[in-house]
């Protein structure tokens, strides 16, 4: 595996793959990776013939500077791990070259861009965009894997791709949990061990809700019964939202079931975790 830090040096290399038309897949990640990261290397490494992942901790998608701080660094045993499933290429690069001006471009999502995650994390999906955009144009890829466990983004990438005309073929890696059902995710690694047995309530709360849908039960009382299951747990919940799951607009009475998002963030010992599920 080559580890690449520069922008010019990570084309110079893509360029000898294109030229010999290798299928090139890209796996954008902030590090920390773990299982669900290492299933979209694994995803990429089937589909294509050169694999890039991108680590790094990309600052303008951070709304809290606490958040950006506290985000775990684990280099050495990404590096490990990567080598590990055969990526072929780990770009590196510095917080200096990737944002070498002053200039903030900014994007419109339009409605999908203000509401669950975009309303709770002003900036966010302008920051994800804006750095997806820049990977999307130096390394060019053929296919980009994302993870369902941030449905949203998925839904935003998908629009930056339509609006852009990016000749990239978007793929969504279902979710990678726990043997309990706890979604993977580098956040975890911040919470006791006791936080997070506390964190199962997230999972437990979705497919709760999935059932109650299947069932027919109103979204009222369902959204009801998880916010009381949260307070008894006493875990912020910050949304529950069963949406539309590529518009993320509140669903409609003719809404196809195989549409559905149900969707739900919160805090727990001082760390926002969020998750999802998809009806079908
Ligand atoms: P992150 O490093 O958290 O920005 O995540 C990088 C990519 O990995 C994103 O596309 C995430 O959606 C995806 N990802 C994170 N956690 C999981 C998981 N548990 N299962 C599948 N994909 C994941």
Do not use: W
Not at 116 to 125: A, I, K
Not at 127 to 146: E, M, R, S
């Amino acid at each position: 595996m080559r580890v690449i830090n520069e922008i010019s040096s990570l084309t110079d290399t893509l360029r000898a793959y294109k030229f010999e038309n290798k299928i090139i897949g890209l796996v954008p990640t902030m590090g920390a990776l773990h299982n669900g990261h290492l299933k979209l290397i694994d995803k990429a490494k089937e589909e294509c013939d050169i694999v890039v992942c991108s680590i790094y901790v990309n600052p303008t998608q951070f709304n809290n500077s606490t958040d950006l701080e506290k985000y775990p660094r684990t280099i050495e045993n990404d590096l490990y791990l990567l080598e590990k499933c055969n990526c072929d290429i780990t770009f590196f690069p510095s917080d200096g070259e990737m944002y070498n001006d002053e200039a903030r471009i900014n994007f419109d999502f339009g409605k999908l861009g203000k509401v669950l995650e975009g309303e709770f994390r002003p900036g966010h999906f302008n920051g994800v965009g804006l750095i997806v955009a820049k990977f999307f144009n130096i390394v060019q890829p053929d296919f980009a894997y994302f993870g369902q466990k941030d449905l949203q983004q998925v839904a935003i990438i998908n629009v930056l791709i339509k609006s852009l005309n990016y000749k990239i073929q978007l793929k969504c890696v279902p979710t990678v949990r726990n043997k309990q059902g706890l979604a993977l995710s580098s956040r975890n690694m911040r919470l006791s061990d006791e936080g997070r047995q506390k964190a199962l309530t997230f999972y437990n709360a979705l497919t709760f809700a999935q059932k109650k849908m299947h069932e027919g039960a109103p979204v009222d009382s369902i959204s009801n019964e998880v916010r009381t299951l949260f307070k008894e747990k006493g875990i912020e919940l910050e949304y529950f939202e069963i949406v539309n799951k590529d518009t993320f607009e509140e669903i409609s009475a003719t809404e196809e079931q195989k549409n559905i998002a149900i969707c739900i963030a919160g805090y727990l010992e001082g760390v926002r975790l969020i998750d999802n599920m998809l009806l079908n």
